[in-house]
């Protein structure tokens, strides 16, 4: 019922429902989303009062209060997960008066969660949605401007640095990106149906909720390894499924793992499909990558993906449309204009948080393959923001 709410109101992800259960729920309402989700509640209360209430020929989400072409922003945000909410605060404290280009999907992958019980400063459970409601709030009260778009392409070879919105640009003396990353998902057969209800690609997040139960961890490497272990503190049993029977994981890891009584591993195994009853994970049919053996079944309550995530930097590889035209000051950039970023496309800091760009910095999961966590994330924030306003006040000359 719910689901065909959902897809009637054209949600296009899936959204965690509750843990009564002790399993947590996504409602999927996409394929192949690649993880992405949302929330149920997104779609209205998470929207800003000023989205909501605008009405006019105009996109409403394209609406900013003060913002003009050809105003130059001290910092322009990109994204709008807690490291973009918490770089947005301080700068805004510090008087930047920054620019969030928040995204299509605002408010970053909390939303897409019911339960959050390790953010400081809730002694009960806040639901992801009003969490991000929250540091939203929060960041706006000191004059954080919005803008609820994606942004297309930055060129960062001048200075004033532009970003753009389709045709529509803004011009920044710093930005901050804050565009997060999206877990890899498998895409077995099923797949869509039990994200949310068993499947999961977050440990540190899912695993307290399989006390007692036997889960499956995919993959091969250090995360693999990582959140085998840390299951094992709540699960009965642990079933690494890895395609070889090599591992990318380093050998301490691995040896962590085959010491550890609740692990198992199998090897030359693949999942072909998901298996659910009353639609939760009920088990995982394997199968033999190298085409030998009969497909067997492996019961399990949860299952964890760690294969890896892909961090939201495709706007940074596309060629900026900007005519050239530009405020009266812009100047060619002495430094790199291209943002440099790892073998797996993580954003890579050079000094602190600044990227290999002089004045473009990097904070949250869009640099982190190793924390991954809300609060990690807005903590990173909280540092972009102030090497970006020393930065700046280095820059023109008034000192830090
Ligand atoms: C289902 C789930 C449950 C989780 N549960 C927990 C939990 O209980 N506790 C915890 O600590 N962590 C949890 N996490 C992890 C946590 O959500 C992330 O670590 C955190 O959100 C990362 O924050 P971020 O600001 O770096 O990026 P994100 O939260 O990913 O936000 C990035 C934002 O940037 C936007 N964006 C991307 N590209 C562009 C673009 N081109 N232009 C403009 N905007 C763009 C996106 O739309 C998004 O809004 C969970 C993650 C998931 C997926």
Redesign the pocket.
């Known amino acids: 019922m719910l689901r065909q709410m959902l897809l009637s109101r054209r949600v296009t992800a899936p959204s965690?429902l509750g843990k009564k259960t002790g399993v947590?729920r996504?409602v999927n309402t996409a394929a192949g989303s690649g993880?992405?989700?949302q929330n149920q509640r997104t779609a209205t209360s998470v929207l800003p009062t000023t989205q909501r209430k605008s009405s006019g020929s105009s996109s409403p989400a394209l609406m900013l209060s003060t913002s003009a072409a050809g105003d130059v922003r001290d910092t322009v945000i990109?994204?709008?997960?807690?490291?973009?909410?918490?770089a947005a605060l301080y700068t805004a404290r510090a008087q930047m008066k920054p620019l969030m280009?928040?995204?299509?999907?605002?408010?970053?992958?909390?939303?897409?969660?019911s339960?959050?019980?390790?953010?400081p400063g809730y002694a009960e459970a806040v639901s992801?949605p009003d969490l991000m409601e929250d540091l939203r709030k929060q960041a706006e009260r000191f004059g954080t401007e919005m803008m609820y778009?994606?942004?297309?392409s930055v060129d960062l070879s001048r200075r004033p640095f532009r970003v753009s919105?389709r045709k529509r640009e803004f011009f920044a003396k710093s930005i901050i990106i804050?565009?997060?990353?999206?877990?890899i998902w498998l895409g077995a057969e099923g797949e869509e149906q039990v994200k949310?209800r068993g499947v999961?690609?977050?440990a540190?997040?899912?695993g307290a909720f399989y006390e007692g139960k036997e889960v499956v961890v995919v993959g091969g490497g250090d995360s693999a390894m990582e959140e085998a272990l840390f299951l094992t503190k709540f699960a009965s049993k642990v079933t690494i499924v890895h395609r070889r029977d090599g591992f990318r994981s380093s050998r301490i890891m691995l040896e962590r793992v085959k010491d550890n009584p609740k692990i198992h591993l199998k090897l030359h195994r693949t999942v072909k499909k998901w298996v659910s009853e009353g639609g939760d994970l009920s088990g995982a049919e394997l199968e033999d990558p190298r085409g030998q053996d009969a497909v067997e079944l492996l019961p399990c309550s949860g299952a964890f993906l760690a294969i890896g995530h892909k961090p939201?930097t495709?706007?940074l590889h596309s060629i900026s449309s900007s005519s050239g035209g530009g405020p009266a000051e812009a100047k060619e950039s002495s430094s790199s204009s291209v943002v440099e970023l790892d073998e797996d496309g993580f954003v890579v800091h050079k000094q602190h948080t600044m990227t290999s760009v002089e004045g473009v910095f990097a904070?949250?999961?869009?640099?982190?393959r190793r924390?991954?966590?809300?609060?990690?994330?807005?903590g990173?924030?909280c540092q972009a923001a102030i090497d970006c306003e020393r930065w700046l006040a280095e820059e023109e000359g008034g000192g830090a």
């Open positions: 965690f947590r996504y993880g992405r989700r990109i994204g709008s997960g807690p490291a973009g909410y918490t280009i928040a995204g299509f999907q605002h408010g970053g992958q909390l939303q897409l969660t339960d959050v019980e390790n953010f992801g778009r994606d942004v297309t919105v804050a565009t997060g990353a999206e877990a949310g999961s690609t977050c540190t997040c899912d939201m495709k706007f904070c949250g999961d869009v640099v982190d924390y991954r966590q809300a609060i990690s994330a807005a990173m924030g």
